[in-house]
Structure formats: C-alpha cells, structure tokens
C-alpha cells in the first residue's frame, strides 16, 4: 500500500504546467531597501487564525512561519513540493495516523523567548477549541477535526495523531493560513500586536492608513530576508491603487487585484511591470440563509439560483477567462474539478438560460409572487469592489424573477464574522481556498458544524462521504467520490457556485523573488527571498 506521502505525490503528478513568471534570479540579491505593496482594505486585525481573507494573510505573513511551506519556487502550491519551515523534518506512521515532525532549534519568538515544541501543541490545541488560549472566531477549526491529540517528545518533536489516515493534513499545515503562535502570547495580543518568529517584525497598524513591518534580525533563516521592511499603504478605492502602482508610488499591487480588464490599462501606462493573471481558486457565489423566511422555502432558494446567468457574469468581469465549475477548482489547474460533462446536466448550470428562468419564475408564481407582488430583500456583501461588482449583477439578474434587491455593504471587518453568526438572508460571496483539496474545502465549507459553513446547509449522509474520500487510497476513486459529493453540493444549493475568478498581480521589475501561484492565493506572502534591484 502507498504511504501517504506517496499518495500525495501521485495526486499532485495530475497537475498541469503554469505559465512561468519572469523572475530575474541570477542577479546577485541585494539587501536593504522597503517594499511598496498596496493594501486594499483595512483588515479587521493582524491575527491570521482569526482571519478569512487574503486581506490579513498578505500584510501579516511575513510575521510568521508555518512548520511547512508550499515551495514558492513552483508556479503552483503542489503536495509534492513542500518544504521545511520550523520543522526540519517529517515522517509518517505505517498506518498514517500519525504525523511526525523535527523541529528546529535555536528559532526566537520576536520577543526573544525560545521556539519549541510546546508553541506547536498550544497552537494546534487553540485551533481546536481545546487549549487555555481561545481565539474570538476560528474560521479553520473543521481542518483539524481529524487531529485527535498533539504529543511533544521533548522540545524539539511532535506528533499530530489522527483518526484517519489523512495525507492532505501536510497541505493544510503548508497552507498561509496555518502559522505557529507563542504559548506565551495571548490570542487578543495577538490581534494588535502580533508577535512571530517570521522574517519580519510588525511594528504598527494605523486603521485605514497603514501596515508596518521591519526586517527581523534573528531570523532564523541565514541571510533573510533582503528586504529592511515592508509598508502596505491602505488604498481601498481600485482606480486609485492602480494610479498609485503606475505612478511608482507602491511597488505592487494588492494580490490578484488587477481584473482582465484593468490588466490592459496598467500595461499600457506602465509597459516595464510585469503581470501574472491566472486562475485563484476564489470561487463568486450566492449564500442564503437557510434558516431565515422566506428562504426557509426550497423553492424560492432554487429559482434564485435557476436566475443565475453564469457566462454573463464571466463575460462582464473577467472578460471570459474565469471558469464555470462546481465547488472544487476546475481543470486545468484543479486536480479535483468536476468534469463539465457532469456539470451541466445540474440544474441552473446549463446554457439554456431562458429556460431556466422561466422554471425559476413557475416556481415564484406558485408562492404567489409574480410582476404586481414582487420580492424585495437585502442583497448583503463585502465593501470591496471584487465583490461590490458580481452582486450588482445577481441583483440585476433577481429582477428577472420577481425579486427586487437593495445592496447592503459590509466593512471587510464585520464581513466575515456577519456572515458566520448568519445574521443575512442573501449575500453574494468570494469563498477562496487555502489549498486545492477536497479535504480542506468540504470540511471548511460544507460540513455541518463548522464556522464557515455560512448557510446553514447540513447534510450528515453527505459528511459521512467527506470523510469516505479523504481516506480513499486510489486517486482515480477519490476523484469519482469527490464528484459525486460535489453534484450533491449543488444540487442541494449548498452554496450556488456561480464563476471561479481570476485575478492579476502586478510588480515593477525592481522587486525581484516574487512568484504567485495558480490555484491559491493565501501561500506567498512571507517574503523572505525578495528583495529590490535598485
């Protein structure tokens, strides 16, 4: 039988190439000098455990480190290129229940205390509700629901045991969203006042103004980083971040901020940049409270969906280059994307539009709504315009079926936390992925209990599958099960899918070492090998 290890590496072997990004690395790296990245909105706090958005993961990474890193060198987050960080080493048990991990020796909080293995299980005993550190909102519980117990073997081992063998449990600790917290610091502190091990120091977060690191001088890592600092202007208009990248003023852009159709206008105000626009594993969809009248009805939740113009919401904000799919990444870059062959025999994701509208609005008329008694509602998201946009479109297409939305806008600090309590009765949402694994996005997502199951939707026959596939050896069955509990997801409109995104970057050619990935967009932000040629 293969270990899980080896699991991993076959599963990742069905990853197709990426389109390289230029990175000038035979140049002899130079230090000093503060990197310039616009910030597009105030981040509700500096904790990255209590954070669901590339708004905290990219100003607060650098603070940080994880045991183990997806490999930046790769054009995407893969299974079978992760690398040491606060561990130096890691083994599995023969039956895969265990994790074991080396640790590293001689590593320093910022406030000088030792690293050592007991950071690691209070860590993971915060995350699963079970340690004296409690955090205030914990979006990625359901990832280590599998973790049974974390055991220290003096200062420098530890163990994760597990339930199941669980291979993917390497790729979620790999994730940007999996960083290691001192024991000794508390889980508020932590909000405000970060303290890491990573190759940068916070130093201040002035709201709606702007973020501050500097270079760590005990980091672990011999000669890192290059950087002196790193400032993240907050700039939450997008016209005007985009100005601000032209003109010089930051050195890059916010993380796939740059849409399709801006990508032509900074090219040609500033030819020099270099640009990466590809997929996010970012997902636009529509959530309705299950539990709130009138959507408590199946029939309203479905003509809501049935409304939906899926390629007109492509067309209009990536140009056409977004993906249709289901709740997994589509293929190319997704290993584990639903074929389209299955996709469209879902109801609401066909191209006949015009018939499905027409079913949604049969099924309006039977609850005795029609053109003289038409539905209004609030149509909630955040106040970015990445989501501002997508939900001026789905409110144009309820009016189709006799619904009439008013959009409420939500500051990024509330979004997550509004959403989670379910105090909303329609949103439309951006739901990204930390890693592009059935595991991490079921559980995350879809399972009954966990936070960020923002609907409501519960389905325990359904939750018994998600743990089925996650412990299936043989890819080519995983993929079939994975399938089959994704058409599940959408026909039970779970969360309607409506595109996956895709998004651009943007850097001017003195910073040198950056390398975004493909199919996730929380996993490159420690920016410990960049440095500026100038």
């Not at 001689?106 to 030792?114: A, I, L, T, Y």
Request: net charge neutral.
């Amino acid at each position: 039988m293969l270990s899980p290890t080896r699991l991993l590496l076959a599963a990742t072997m069905l990853f197709a190439s990426a389109v390289a990004v230029p990175i000038a690395q035979a140049q002899e790296p130079k230090s000093g000098g503060i990197l310039r990245v616009q910030q597009r909105d105030n981040p509700g706090s500096a904790s990255i455990h209590e954070g669901a958005t590339v708004s905290v993961n990219a100003p607060f990474m650098g603070v940080y480190n994880n045991l183990v890193m997806f490999d930046t060198k790769n054009d995407r987050d893969r299974m079978d290129a992760i690398v040491p960080e606060l561990a130096t080493e890691w083994s599995w048990s023969a039956d895969g229940k265990a994790l074991t991990f080396k640790l590293r020796s001689g590593v320093k909080w910022h406030d000088g205390k030792p690293f050592t293995s007991a950071d690691v299980k209070c860590t993971m005993d915060m995350l699963k509700g079970q340690g004296e550190n409690k955090l205030r909102i914990n979006p990625r519980r359901a990832w280590y629901s599998n973790v049974q117990e974390t055991v220290t073997n003096g200062d420098f081992e530890v163990t994760f045991k597990m339930g199941w063998a669980q291979p993917s449990l390497l790729g979620m600790l790999a994730s940007g969203y999996s960083p290691m917290y001192p024991c000794h610091v508390s889980a508020a502190s932590m909000r405000t006042k970060p303290i890491g091990t990573g190759p940068f120091r916070f130093v201040e977060f002035k709201q709606n103004e702007i973020i501050r690191l500097a270079r760590n001088p005990d980091y672990w890592k011999p000669g890192r980083p290059y950087l002196d600092g790193i400032e993240m202007p907050i700039i939450t208009t997008r016209a005007t971040a985009m100005l601000a990248f032209i003109a010089g003023r930051v050195d890059m852009t916010f993380p796939t901020e740059v849409s399709p159709p801006i990508l032509a206008d900074v090219k040609s105000q500033a030819p020099e940049s270099i640009c990466h626009m590809g997929p996010t594993n970012v997902s636009v969809n529509l959530i309705i409270n299950r539990d709130k009248a009138p959507f408590d009805n199946p029939d309203l939740r479905r003509a809501m969906a049935l409304t939906i113009d899926r390629k007109a919401f492509n067309d209009i904000l990536y140009n056409g280059t977004g993906s249709l799919g289901a709740a997994m990444l589509p293929a190319p870059e997704g290993v584990w994307g639903m074929p389209q062959s299955i996709l469209q025999t879902i109801a609401g994701y066909g191209p006949d539009v015009a018939k499905n509208r027409a079913e949604a609005r049969a099924l309006m008329e039977k609850h005795g709504y029609g053109p003289n008694k038409r539905l209004s509602m609030k149509v909630a998201t955040r106040n970015i315009q990445v989501y501002r946009d997508p939900a001026v479109i789905l409110i144009d297409h309820l009016r189709e079926i006799y619904v009439d939305g008013e959009l409420e806008i939500v500051e990024t600090a509330a979004w997550h936390s509004k959403i989670a309590r379910k105090d909303y009765a329609v949103g439309l949402n951006l739901t990204g992925n930390g890693i592009d694994d059935p595991d991490q996005n079921f559980f995350e997502n879809y399972a009954c209990n966990s936070e960020r199951n923002v609907t409501g939707y519960c389905n325990k026959p359904l939750e018994e599958m998600f743990v089925k596939q996650s412990q299936e050896t043989d890819i080519e069955k995983r993929k079939q099960m994975v399938w089959e509990i994704d058409r599940q997801l959408q026909e039970d409109l779970a969360r309607p899918i409506i595109v996956h995104t895709v998004g651009g970057t943007c850097w001017h050619p003195t910073v040198i070492g950056f390398n975004p990935a493909v199919n996730a967009i929380y996993n490159r932000y420690r920016y410990d090998d960049v440095w500026l040629n100038r």
